[in-house]
């Protein structure tokens, strides 16, 4: 059985106030389990978003994210036989979705769980609904993409999606949310911040876009503490590369920078 993206995080010094942006811009809703001293979660119905306050040594920004598979152990056997340098390590039982963290061939860290790890709290076990805004998608840049996209098939059995003989991305998905893989190359960054490989961006679909931008001003109207980060003209560099991915039609940042894009479809 194929794992499911089911768990995203973003570190910040604002985060109350970052959680706000997503559940009043996209409908995003709080888990009814809050630990306000800690974190914030909240969630689309289907992936759960931590927002956690960012603590001595931790960058900010969109961090990691998180795969629920059926059977841990049936993972950590495919690992010892195909990954033999991959880790896993037990995580303090008060993280709501991660049981067991991990890491990949290119150093990016993920949360591993499955339905009946007893550490399994608030949005990820209150159920599942459906809205017209939801996370869609995220990025990932390697130097290997090739053997990224590899890695994700045959340990936790992501199906590839087609695209054209051109496209040098890898589309990866759990048959709702996308997982791409896109290149690295410190020339995508010329005339700005060179920024090393991380988790890129988050991808939104909404109902309609020209909707979503008149919501949105009409939120900066009433909570300008809510308003997009500003770019400047190195953040319109950033933008243009942001631009560069199919999956998205308008292009933005949260309140702390984290680049956004949004696309309308179901």
């Known amino acids: 059985m194929a794992a499911k993206i089911k768990h995203l995080a973003i570190i910040s010094d604002n985060y109350a106030l970052l959680s706000r942006f997503y559940e009043a811009l996209f409908g995003m809703k709080t888990s009814k ?24 040594g931790r960058q900010a920004g969109l961090e990691h994210f998180g795969l629920e598979v059926e059977d841990v152990e049936k993972i950590a056997d495919r690992l010892r ?28 860290v993920f949360d591993l769980s499955q339905q009946n790890m007893t550490n399994r ?15 869609s998608h995220f990025v990932l840049r390697a130097l290997n993409p090739a053997n990224l996209a590899k890695f994700y098939r045959e340990i936790y059995e992501l199906q590839e999606m087609e695209k054209p003989a051109d496209d040098p991305n ?7 949310m996308t997982m791409v893989i896109s290149p690295w190359a410190i020339t995508d960054f010329e005339g700005a911040g060179i920024e090393p490989r991380h988790m890129d961006h988050l991808g939104f679909r909404v109902e309609d876009v020209e909707s979503f931008k008149k919501d949105l ?24 590369l942001l ?24």
């Open 81 to 108: 036989e195909k990954y033999p340098s991959v880790q896993l390590i037990k995580r303090p039982t008060n993280r709501p979705f991660a049981g067991i963290s991990t890491h990949d061939p290119e150093g990016y």
């Open 217 to 240: 001003q009409e939120l900066v109207k009433r909570n300008p503490a809510l308003a997009p980060k500003p770019g400047g003209t190195e953040g319109d560099i950033r933008l243009k």
């Open 33 to 56: 389990s809050p630990r306000p001293e800690s974190a914030v979660a909240i969630g689309d119905g289907y992936v759960g978003m931590n927002i956690i306050p960012q603590k001595l």
């Open 170 to 176: 890898h589309y990866l998905t759990d048959g709702r």
């Open 243 to 266: 631009a560069k991915c199919k999956h998205g039609q308008y292009q933005l940042a949260d309140p702390d920078g984290v680049p956004i894009d949004v696309a309308a479809g179901r």
């Open 121 to 135: 709290g608030e949005v990820y076990v209150e159920g599942e609904w459906k809205q017209d805004r939801y996370v």
